[in-house]
């Protein structure tokens, strides 16, 4: 229930954030053609678009700035989150009458606007946070929670609590699952007297956050609130503080607890996805276009395949064949295990800074990344990912810890941070996996067209290869 209302609330805030650009736009108009003596028009469809673009442009704004969170800002927080939200869309709207020379637009309506929009917001808003803040706590139907659990738990919930948008609620105290914290003044009292302590102080909601004792007869005290209908949640024993992985999700009416192993949702996957098909293609035609001048020069520099073909693992133990355009000689990798003792990657990595057996063609292709660009191929049929982390050779796994094995739970790329962050610095394993497991667990869409960016740069400047 805490979700919808949240949902609710923040829908009737966007309205009323809306409203008000609508409201300081009129006053706006008005304002300054008063000002100007009613020498002033303006177009109305340029009014009209101009309202629009900040209403619409505003909103999507103070969501970003977490105005439409599930938490109540400090009312400093909110007036400043409002602040660069007015500054951002005004910039983009001025930007915008600046390019266009020939529209008849006057800069002090433009001025009035961005004022009337800021004041007109904040006041409304600095309203709803009296109400939510005070009011709704001390209304007469403001819901009335109690915490089952430890003290350390049960103030995290109580935290949590305090500072929750919500129609109106208030913490009524705590139960205590141990009899030595019960005569604390912070608590209601011990387990033993849950169903009393239910009676007595007017419970509208549970919240139990235990440790998983299993002493604790905890489906009992679910089966007693269900009875006195009393609706109960549940704060998971698995959950601890600083864990964002772990979430709740719905199969059919199941419920299930489900834990992510990276910042990678549905979502997510078809961004990356379409992402993949459109970088792949692009890269797949320049590709086919530099196939024929890259096979001559790889063909007449030493014997052997234009392509190399190596297995690799992919998303979860999958394994695929990795095509490259080859840089070493035909029996490089017979050549592998007497250059073992010249790695200079601590762990499972193999690397040499001056491998004999990359050919004199193949310097440049490395040097160049153009030896990367059959992989796009590997990237449209779904084996990898433009951006991702990067694809290991099966020798390589077998020596893997188990902490090591993340940075295969997703598609690996073709760059990725560790191929950013100057590999050819990067001699230790660990880092390399720190690398990974930090792109996984922070990932957003943004950082991916980031870090393709940032690799024609480096590829530019020809650094990190060997």
Not at 250 to 265: A, D, E, H, K, Y
Request: with cysteine; aromatic share 12%; glycine share 8%.
């Amino acid at each position: 229930m805490l979700q919808q209302q949240v949902y609710v609330i923040n829908t009737v805030l966007m309205v009323m954030d809306a409203v008000c650009v609508i409201a300081a736009g009129y006053l706006a108009y008005y304002f300054n053609l008063y000002v100007s003596g009613g020498t002033w028009s303006m177009d109305i469809s340029v009014f009209a678009a101009s309202v629009l673009f900040v209403m619409f442009v505003n909103n999507y704004l103070m969501g970003k700035f977490r105005l439409y969170g599930d938490t109540r800002p400090s009312s400093i927080n909110l007036v400043l989150s409002i602040l660069k939200s007015m500054i951002v869309v005004f910039a983009f709207l001025s930007t915008g009458v600046f390019l266009y020379k020939e529209l008849d637009y006057s800069r002090a309506f433009l001025l009035y606007f961005g004022i009337f929009s800021f004041t007109l917001i904040s006041i409304t808003r600095l309203f709803s946070q009296i109400y939510f803040n005070v009011l709704s706590r001390k209304g007469f139907n403001a819901r009335r929670i109690l915490v089952v659990g430890d003290m350390q738990r049960g103030k995290i919930v109580t935290d949590i609590m305090a500072s929750q948008l919500s129609y109106g609620h208030k913490v009524v105290g705590q139960v205590s699952t141990h009899r030595e914290e019960a005569c604390s003044p912070d608590t209601l009292g011990c387990l033993h007297d849950f169903p009393t302590i239910l009676r007595r102080h007017a419970i509208d909601e549970v919240i139990f956050a235990l440790k998983g004792d299993r002493s604790i007869d905890l489906s009992g005290h679910l089966d007693q609130c269900r009875k006195m209908g009393v609706p109960a949640r549940i704060l998971p024993a698995l959950w601890k503080s600083g864990d964002g992985f772990l979430s709740m999700e719905t199969c059919q009416g199941v419920p299930f607890l489900t834990l992510r192993t990276s910042n990678i949702n549905a979502t997510g996957l078809v961004y990356k996805r379409v992402l993949d098909i459109i970088g792949g293609l692009i890269g797949t035609v320049i590709f086919f276009v530099m196939y024929p001048f890259a096979a001559a020069a790889i063909k007449l520099d030493s014997p052997g395949p234009v392509l190399f073909k190596q297995k690799r693992m992919g998303r979860q133990g999958r394994i695929f064949n990795l095509y490259k355009f080859r840089s070493m000689y035909r029996d490089a990798e017979e050549h592998k295990q007497e250059l073992m003792d010249k790695n200079v990657m601590n762990g499972a990595l193999f690397k040499l800074e001056d491998d004999p057996r990359i050919t004199r063609v193949g310097r440049f292709l490395r040097k160049t990344s153009l030896d990367e660009f059959p992989q796009f191929l590997n990237v449209l049929k779904g084996e990898m990912s433009l951006v991702g982390t990067r694809p290991p050779t099966l020798d390589e796994v077998e020596k893997y810890q188990p902490e090591h094995l993340k940075r295969i739970s997703s598609k690996p790329g073709i760059t990725g941070l560790w191929q950013i962050s100057g590999r050819n610095q990067i001699t230790d394993f660990d880092q390399v996996v720190e690398l990974d497991c930090r792109y996984l667990d922070q990932w957003r869409f943004v950082d991916d067209l980031k870090i393709l960016v940032k690799t024609v740069f480096v590829v530019l400047q020809r650094k990190g290869a060997l």
